[in-house]
């Protein structure tokens, strides 16, 4: 199909022809050709945000939940730059973007014209891919070239700059499947020698674990099912990355809980004690690994992950498989019914009864208080609610992330959105709008703290706009929790700066937004609050004001091993916990 | 304290620390559009990685091909994620690491050495370029600028021979590589 258009018009023609839904943006001078063209058409729906950060939030929420790719639209310069931490938090946690930025005409480039900046030269190491579109006739293949590499082998962010005159210019428009996307098409499927000795390796494994991470999510739902067929049939237990919570279901017995800096007891000692790690869809992050050099010392490791450059960057395994999540483990699956092969039955019995005592140490046990509101109470509550609801849950980034992961059981994917590799504090209210409009008769939670939740405050105006109900859940400690956290631990209990005095009244804020605001500081009255806060069909901000002084445990603290975990019912001198090697880790 | 295990000082091997810093020679075939250099010299500043030299021209017009040649350190694992950081890059056609393979690339430099000197100084910096078959490319009365190719070392040392006589400036190509035998990158 081709076309003669203006670039205005052949940017809207490719995003309905990519099958676009939601544009998530805010205008502004270099880029009103292309606002023009969305107003005289109807098959797309603009976001008006109220900040370019949280156009890309709001986008990275609706690809992360949809599967999708999610699109933004922003102006040149401060548009641009604003996008840019969104773009570095999708980069980071493999979300598929593609983000519209205007430039100033093509003649100005380079002589500091007004909402002028180096666009491509700000988000090159921000994004997968950029492009500066300088001649009309190269806009249609670049923007469908742009969502195939989006959406393709690790998914990440695409930057396309598009010179005012390049949008005012006519030229002939080309549809996807003119394109033909030449260079990039990384590799799915993965070695079948390889996954043979993978296959050999697990059936002969006596102490096995399954470190799944975010590329089961990014895999796809098939990839959740075969990961879940492939524990069901190896009884192996199973672990996961922040990222990847919801692949599999939390309430299975195989399930150890999160693993890693602030995950559980058993999850870290399982993968300390193994002596076969399958990891698939991970990436041997800090906060996962710990001290490098005590990392699951036992164990030979296999590493499944699309992109090469994962592979021997943090940890060196023993047995690397280039390829897809869902091709591997469809594959492996195949291969093992077809030996007929089994695990060590004795091995594993044995194993599991080990597993069993590190479960017995109830690592996120906390004291419980009838006079404040703990926080991991307020999860549970917040959990027990609404578990038998269609409910998606976004988080800010901090403590209340860390215990939204112990305490709220996810057993589906797609339905826990966070940033996890950046840790963007703000990213969950956005993220939240993006979450609800792919499904608007859904539950969609943002548990935040109350200092994150404060650098996006402004997008509950876009919530207000589209009659998005939100809710948001703030455990409000009036502290920014971890920093206080690590304060404790590594800097004599010196808060310094940590503690935010004058705060806003949420609950009237919520009401100057045209929401709902909920206050809450009892235990007793938690329930019904939360339930009040379900019940209304308008955008809520639920101030839970919880206990000051709670520490987010157990923890691995910075340079420490698996097996060298905090629990937070063990009193004793906390701030020796880190040694002098540990405190330069972040 | 609610350490579990005693942390003893670890009984495995740090992971990184005692491999040792190879130099390797990298061959990267990338479509020559706008800013592919800079995303290669933006992978490498970012990471953390070196550049001992780093030459780059357009090798196949048609194609809108270019060849880069990058020199770099580091260890065999770093050395890995280069390379993958690399092809990871959209534009980025091929990397082959010419130090690894099993036949060894050809590396070549190309400099040009001022020297300024009179009398017997002069005739020895002739005959020492003589001897390294340096060809004069510009002569006055009382300086010579020399062209010179080889390896690296070569020219290394054809220079340090310079010094002691004159040597004023030197401008240098960087290394270029290509592999042995009769298959193309």
Known sequence: ?586 | MSIVSPPSASIYPPATVHEKAERHTLSVLVDNEPGVLARVIGLFSGRGYNIDSLTVSETEHEKHLSRITIVTSGTPMVIEQIRHQLERLVQIRRVVDLTDSATPGIERELAMVKVRGRGENRIEALRLADAFRARVIDAGSESFIFEITGATEKIESFISLMLPLGLVEVSRTGVVAISRGAEGM
């Open chain 1, 1 to 586: 199909m081709t076309q003669q258009m203006t670039g205005a018009e052949m940017v809207i023609q490719a995003l309905v022809d990519q099958g676009v839904e939601y544009v998530f943006g805010y205008p502004g001078g270099a880029v009103l050709p292309i606002y023009d063209a969305m107003f005289q058409q109807q098959k797309l729906k603009h976001i008006l945000v109220r900040h370019e950060q949280g156009a890309g939030h709001a986008a990275e929420g609706y690809a992360r939940t949809t599967g999708k790719v999610g699109v933004m639209l922003v102006t040149s310069g401060p548009g641009a730059t604003n996008a840019v931490t969104a773009l570095t938090d999708a980069l980071m946690d493999s979300i598929p973007l593609v983000c519209l930025t205007g430039q100033v005409a093509t003649h100005l480039i380079g002589n500091d014209a007004f909402q002028e900046c180096d666009t491509v030269g700000i988000t090159r190491p921000c994004t997968k891919h950029n492009y500066l579109v300088k001649s009309v006739n190269d806009l249609s293949r670049v923007l469908h070239e742009a969502f195939h590499i989006a959406a393709n082998g690790r998914p990440g962010p695409v930057v396309i700059d598009i010179p005012k005159d390049v949008q005012f210019a006519r030229g002939t428009y080309q549809g996807p499947k003119a394109v033909s996307i030449k260079t990039y098409r990384p590799k799915v499927k993965g070695d079948i020698d390889k996954i043979k000795i993978a296959v050999d390796m697990l059936a002969n494994a006596k102490k096995p674990i399954i470190y799944s991470g975010g590329g089961i999510i990014n895999s796809g739902k098939e990839a959740s099912h075969l990961l879940r067929e492939f524990a069901r049939m190896t009884g192996f237990p199973v672990t996961s990355t922040l990222m990847g919570l919801g692949a599999y279901p939390a309430a299975d017995p195989q399930w150890l809980g999160m693993l890693g800096m602030h995950g559980t007891f058993e999850a870290n000692w399982t993968m300390h004690d193994c002596d076969v790690m399958f990891c698939i869809g991970a990436r041997f992050d800090d906060r996962i690994t710990g001290r490098l050099d005590a990392f699951a010392p036992h164990s030979r490791k296999i590493h499944v992950d699309i992109d090469p450059s994962s592979i021997n960057k943090n940890v060196k395994v023993d047995l690397a498989i280039v390829g897809d999540c869902a091709h591997v483990l469809e594959d492996m699956i195949r291969i093992w019914r077809a030996e007929a092969r089994q695990p060590n039955k004795q091995a594993l019995a044995g194993w599991w009864k080990q597993i069993d005592k590190w479960r017995g140490r109830n690592s996120l046990a906390y004291r419980s208080s009838n006079e404040t509101i703990k926080p991991q109470y307020a999860i549970e509550r917040l959990y027990a609610a609404t578990k038998d609801r269609d409910v998606y849950i976004t988080t800010e980034v901090g403590q209340h992330q860390m215990w939204a992961a112990q305490f709220f059981k996810f057993q589906e994917p797609n339905r826990w959105m966070t940033s996890g590799g950046l840790g963007t504090m703000g990213y969950g209210l956005p993220a939240s709008i993006g979450v609800q409009l792919a499904h608007p008769k859904s539950l969609v939670i943002d548990i935040a703290g109350e200092a994150s939740v404060l650098m996006t405050m402004q997008e509950m105006s876009t919530a207000a706009q589209y009659r998005l109900p939100i809710k948001i859940f703030i455990l409000n400690n009036q502290y920014m929790g971890m920093v206080r956290q690590w304060q404790e631990l590594l800097h004599g209990g010196r808060y310094s700066e940590s503690y935010t005095a004058a705060l806003p009244d949420f609950v009237k804020l919520a009401e100057a937004y045209h929401g709902v605001g909920i206050r809450c500081d009892k235990p007793g009255d938690l329930d019904h609050a939360i339930k009040e806060m379900i019940d209304v069909d308008k955008p809520v901000i639920f101030d839970c004001m919880v206990d000051q002084a709670e520490n987010c445990f157990p923890m691995i603290p910075s340079g420490k091993a698996h097996n060298e975990m905090l629990l937070g019912d063990v009193p004793g001198d906390i701030e020796k916990a880190i040694d002098e090697r540990g405190k330069v880790l972040v």
